[in-house]
């Protein structure tokens, strides 16, 4: 059975940091490109950004582009999502998903799992 489990986010204060992990279990995890996704309230899923298998490719939403940093350890089965300069439009709740593809970018049809998702809240 294939899960993926977000942990690492909570509340923060405008311009903190914080670095979401996404364990993966029960799949080739270096097989799959990762994607990070949030849903605000009331508002549509949202691309955050991706990488490759391996690492070497990342994208990135313009609106996090330059703050947030995504990586992966494949050692460890865990892709990561760094937050900096955090701003209370972050608030959301955080996704990562799997892509058998090298890199699924902003289409969430080409994921086929997705974790259940961590909350972030940042407060002005």
């Known amino acids: 059975q294939v899960q993926l489990v977000e942990s690492g986010g909570g509340l923060a204060q405008a311009g903190d940091s914080l670095r979401l992990s996404c364990a993966g279990s029960g799949l080739g995890f270096s097989d799959y490109g990762m994607g990070w996704f949030r849903q605000a309230p009331g508002k549509e899923r949202e691309f955050v950004g991706d990488?490759?298998?391996?690492?070497?490719?990342?994208t990135y939403a313009d609106t996090v582009k330059g703050r947030f940093t995504i990586s992966r350890d494949n050692t460890k089965n865990t892709v990561y999502l760094k937050m900096n300069s955090l701003k209370p439009e972050d608030t959301a709740v955080y996704y990562c998903?799997?892509?058998?593809?090298?890199?699924?970018?902003?289409?969430?049809?080409?994921?086929?799992?997705w974790g259940q998702g961590t909350q972030v809240t940042v407060s002005p």
């Open positions: 998903a799997a892509t058998v593809f090298n890199k699924g970018f902003d289409n969430p049809n080409l994921y086929r799992y």
């Open positions: 990488i490759s298998r391996s690492g070497d490719s990342t």
